[in-house]
Every structure is written in C-alpha cells, then in structure tokens.
C-alpha cells in the first residue's frame, strides 16, 4: 500500500517548510515511526517519523528546499520500486476525479499536522460560522488526533467563505476544509468532507495537473485515501493496550468506564471522544456501574475559606466590561483553569443550569453542551451556609456564603481525581475567587 509523505504543518498560520535534512535514503526500507526528515519553519523544527513500514521512493525535495505545506514529497511502498504514475494506494488505475461543486476563491485551510505520524484527524468543531469574518488569531476549528486536542487560529484575515468539513468528520491531513476570502461572499459553503472533492485553489495559486509534486493546497492528490476512516486502525493494538485519546481516557476515567470493554466489541481504534456514547453503551451490555457510583468508593471533600470582597468586585468590573461575561461564565473560567488549560464547566445556581467551555480568557469561556469537567454549585444568596454536597459524575464544588467568608466544598471520588489532585484544584480555585487578578495574568 502507497502512504504519502507530505511537508507537515509545525504552525498553525505557517504556508512553507524548509526540508532540513532526510534520515533515509532513497530506495531504503523503513519502519513505522522511524525518523524520515527534519523540517524548519521561522518558529520550531522538527523530526518528523515515518507513518507505516515499507521503502522510501519517489523523493522529490531535497535538503535545503523550501516547501509548501501539504505538498508531497515521497512515497512509502511495499517495494523499492517507485509506483506507476496515476497508481493509488490499493495499487488500482486511478479513476477520473470526480467533480467538485463550485467554491469560493481564497486562501485554503488545510487539516494540519499535529503529531509526527498522524495521518488524518478529526474535527470536533468550528468556532466560526460559514460567512464570518475572522481575524488571523481567532480560533477558526478544534482538532483532535490520538494524542491531542488542538485550537487552530485562522492565520489570515478574511472571511469564512467555505467550510469543507463538519464536526466529527475525520479528515487526512493535508487536505482542504476550509476557504478564507478577502471579501464576503454571498453564498458561503457549508459541507460535510468528501474525500472524492477536490480542494479548491487559492486565489492567486490556479488549479494544475494531478502530480506527485503538487501541493495538497491546490489539486487533490489522487492517493488520499477514500474514505475519511482510513485512521482508524482495525488491526488489533498491542497485546493489553487500548489506543484512545487523552479526551476520551479522561471522559472515560469521570465515568468510571473501562476502555477495555469498548475494545472487546470489536470498536476500531484508535478511539476518539466521539465514541463515549459506545463505550457506554459497552459499559451498560458487561453490566458496570460507574465508579463514582460503587459502593465502597473512596470520598474525598476538602474545604477553603475566601473573602468575597475582590470577587464581587472583578465580577462587577467583568460584566460591565467584558460583553460575554456573567457571574457564572466568569467563576467557570475560574474553575476550568484551575482544573486544566480548558475544561466544560457546569453552573448549577437557583434551580437553573448552564455548561460551559471554560478557557483561561473571560471574553472565550462561552455556553457549550456536553458532560462537565467540574460542577459548581453556586448557593452565595441561599440560607445555606455550609455544604457537603455528593460527588457525580464529575468533581463537584459548592460555593456558600459563611459570614463574611465564602465557603469553598470539594467532593469527590479516587476514580475522579486523586486525593492530591484535588487539593491542588481546590487550592487554584481558592485563589482565584480570593484574587480573581492572578487568572488574568
């Protein structure tokens, strides 16, 4: 089988590489996650490893070339011998390409690289809407490979005139989801990807030949694979090991699941975030209960005095300043950073719920859906002075009025967070509602 080698993205904005040096040599057998090359942009270099077993053919850079992202640069083959022009990866005649609809003229957006043998990686979402304008550093979509969940930023300013692939979809990389033009258009494109479509060129790049040289920004290379589940290994994984995501293992681990039960169905790996639903649905069939629920579970709760006078005046200062900002957005950014870099948050106040996406800066954590990281149970302005609530599905905080101070609950099991980790969550959380400056800075 044909896996193509293409220059990877190291940035997110970043057009070119410069190929540093290659490892092996042309015609040279090679092995899954060896060392192909080293690969330089104005930010970072890397080593970048070989995605299957076979031979190195069809090298076309050499060291010291500067080139595009996404262009292919040799080919991994079951023999020594370069394919056929026009062969693809099942070693059939490649048939014509099947014609795409007509697309807006701009900068494409390609699915980058973010792991050094990834080959595909699947969109968990877009943060803009078909026709909006975004600046260079808005974050356009988030990206998750087996290893990662990333924020890619726009990289251009512009307007989002096509969207070329929807959330869930797994997409190789390399190829074309998205289209950024510098004028509105009237009529964006909004799709699901299509492995059969042709990425469109850019604006100032016009469509050429399909080739082994051509970038992957401009034509579609007729080897990608046809079908977007090409990642999704079906062989078995390493004799005990279960391939899955950082997400999904931490998803899994609030839940109480065990991974190995998706694995014993026959579900193929690696698996993603996307497959929680299966692994409950696994969970239920063995006849588990979640281990927050078992009897027997060790509990944790902690407790953290604060003095509410900062927080009612950040939040003040926040609400009139910041235009997406609420108490409870704000004490849920507090939360998500002090539980990790970004986190869902649940707001349970009054009788009333909202989830958010909590990240470090206020004006980004907004209302998403999905199951929480953390829960808050925020009863400043209840009777209630004290609270040592249950812990869920998820680490749960409760927030009282005690006095002058507010008292600060954490619950929760082992199978959540060990006793440690949830004394440094707690301990970050403490400090950021004694002195709500410090999540600024």
């Known amino acids: 089988m044909r896996h193509d080698i293409i220059m990877p993205a190291l940035g997110m904005a970043q057009d070119t590489g410069t190929l540093l040096a290659w490892h092996k040599s042309e015609g040279e057998a090679v092995t899954q996650g060896e060392t192909l090359f080293e690969v330089e942009t104005d930010k970072s270099t890397m080593e970048v490893e070989a995605p299957a077993s076979g031979f190195l053919v069809s090298v076309s850079a050499r060291d010291g070339d500067e080139i595009p992202v996404g262009q292919v640069i040799a080919i991994i083959s079951d023999t020594a011998d370069a394919p056929a022009p026009g062969e693809t990866a099942d070693k059939e005649p490649v048939e014509a390409a099947q014609k795409p609809d007509s697309l807006p003229t701009g900068k494409p957006i390609i699915m980058p690289v973010l792991g050094m043998s990834q080959d595909s990686g699947v969109l968990v979402g877009w943060n803009k809407e078909p026709g909006d304008a975004v600046k260079q550093d808005d974050i356009l979509f988030e990206v998750e490979t087996d290893k990662s969940v990333v924020e890619v930023p726009a990289g251009v300013d512009g307007y989002l005139a096509a969207r070329l692939a929807a959330a869930g979809d797994d997409v190789p990389t390399g190829e074309t989801i998205a289209i950024i033009s510098e004028d509105p258009v009237s009529d964006p494109v909004d799709r699901a990807y299509s ?36 990642s999704r290994r079906r062989e078995p994984a390493p004799e ?3 391939l899955a995501s950082p997400k999904l293992k931490r ?8 991974l190995a039960h998706l694995a014993a169905t026959g579900h193929p790996q690696p698996f993603h975030a996307r497959d929680f639903e299966a692994l409950r649905q696994a969970h239920e069939t ?5 281990e927050f ?18 927080l009612d005046a950040f939040l003040d200062w926040a609400t009139g300043h910041i235009e997406s900002a ?3 957005s704000v004490i849920a950014a507090f939360a998500g950073a002090s539980l990790a870099d970004q986190a869902t948050v649940r707001i349970d106040r009054r009788g009333t719920s909202e989830t958010y996406s909590a990240r470090q800066r206020l004006s980004e954590t907004v209302a998403t859906e999905g199951e929480p990281d953390v829960i808050i149970h925020d009863l400043r302005g209840t009777f209630i002075s004290s609270a040592e609530l249950p812990p869920e599905s998820a680490p749960v905080i409760a927030i009282v009025s005690s006095g002058d101070e507010l008292m600060l609950t954490l619950t929760c099991t082992n199978a959540l967070l060990a006793g440690k980790d949830a004394a440094v ?5 403490a400090g950021r509602m004694a002195d709500p400056l410090r999540h600024l800075f």
């Open 286 to 290: 063995a006849g588990k209960r979640s």
């Open 240 to 242: 005990g090991k279960v």
């Open 326 to 328: 609420s108490d409870a």
């Open 425 to 429: 969550v707690l301990d970050n959380f």
């Open 251 to 258: 998803l899994a681990h609030q839940a109480g699941y065990d």
């Open 195 to 230: 492995s059969s479509a042709v990425p469109a060129a850019s604006a100032d790049q016009p469509s050429v030949e399909v080739s082994e040289k051509a970038p992957a920004t401009t034509v579609a290379e007729p080897a990608a694979p046809k079908q977007p589940e090409v």
């Open 293 to 310: 629920a078992a009897p027997g579970a060790v509990i944790t709760r902690l407790s953290a005095r604060v003095s509410p006078v900062a």
